[in-house]
């Protein structure tokens, strides 16, 4: 509960654009919801490489198409936002 709860604090940063206050959430998170936001973070951030890395850790296909917004908002559906 406390890792969803995290999350959704990260989720947050993320929308706003704030992708290192969501890394220092994620980063130590290793389910598979947190590592996909580890992802999301890396995608935010420009590093596609270390993104690829996260989406696999996360079991999620990397997108052909970078789009923050929705992926962003499937992240917050999982987390139950």
């Known amino acids: 509960m406390r890792e969803i709860m995290s999350l959704k604090v990260a989720v947050g940063h993320l929308a706003r654009g704030d992708w290192e206050k969501a890394h220092a959430i994620v980063q130590d998170d290793e389910s598979a919801l947190g590592c996909w936001a580890h992802g999301i973070v890396h995608l935010q951030e420009g590093?596609?490489?270390?993104?690829?890395?996260?989406y696999g850790r996360a079991g999620r296909p990397f997108p052909k198409k970078v789009d923050l917004k929705?992926?962003?908002?499937?992240?917050?559906?999982a987390c139950g936002s």
């Open 47 to 54: 590093d596609m490489d270390n993104a690829a890395y996260w």
């Open 70 to 77: 929705s992926e962003i908002a499937a992240l917050a559906t």
